[in-house]
């Protein structure tokens, strides 16, 4: 009798570290995609995705419009969202993702999604400004080492 308590104390405490050993499993899809909704990343995915037609259409002036309209009636959105959901998975817990819900459920999470667009186009001008400006700084630097044959 004794070894069969025994025996039942060691399978209780086999499978209760079974059970905490085991990893939690991934945060819910369905929460993912619920942020990325919240937090206009599909919309954000299709701006730079006309940002990129629009470079494909200054360096190929001989392509009819028509051309990208259907290929821009092509592009999902939802496909960069599945792409992108596992990797949220991979780096959120599901009390992150509970915690970002709720933010960009809230006003200012509201307005921060609304003025998101705007921000990543100011962003992306002061980064080519600056990018333009290090790169005089740099020829000019040349210059004075006599690395440049200008």
Do not use: C
């Amino acid at each position: 009798m004794r070894s069969r308590h025994i025996a039942v104390a060691l399978l209780t405490a086999l499978f209760l570290f079974t059970a905490s050993a085991q990893t939690p499993p991934p945060p819910a899809k369905s929460k993912v995609r619920k942020l990325l909704e919240l937090t206009g990343a599909g919309a954000l995915g299709v701006q730079m995705m006309d940002g990129m037609i629009e470079n494909f259409k200054a360096t190929m002036p001989g392509v009819p419009e028509e051309f990208w309209t259907s290929f821009r009636g092509k592009v999902k959105p939802d496909t960069l969202i599945d792409l992108v959901i596992p990797i949220y998975e991979k780096h959120l817990s599901e009390a992150d993702l509970d915690a970002l819900i709720e933010f960009y459920s809230s006003p200012a999470g509201r307005r921060f999604v609304e003025k998101q667009p705007l921000i990543l186009a100011d962003t992306m001008e002061a980064g080519r400004t600056w990018g333009e400006n290090l790169a005089k700084d740099v020829i000019e630097e040349l210059k004075k080492k006599g690395y440049s044959k200008e």
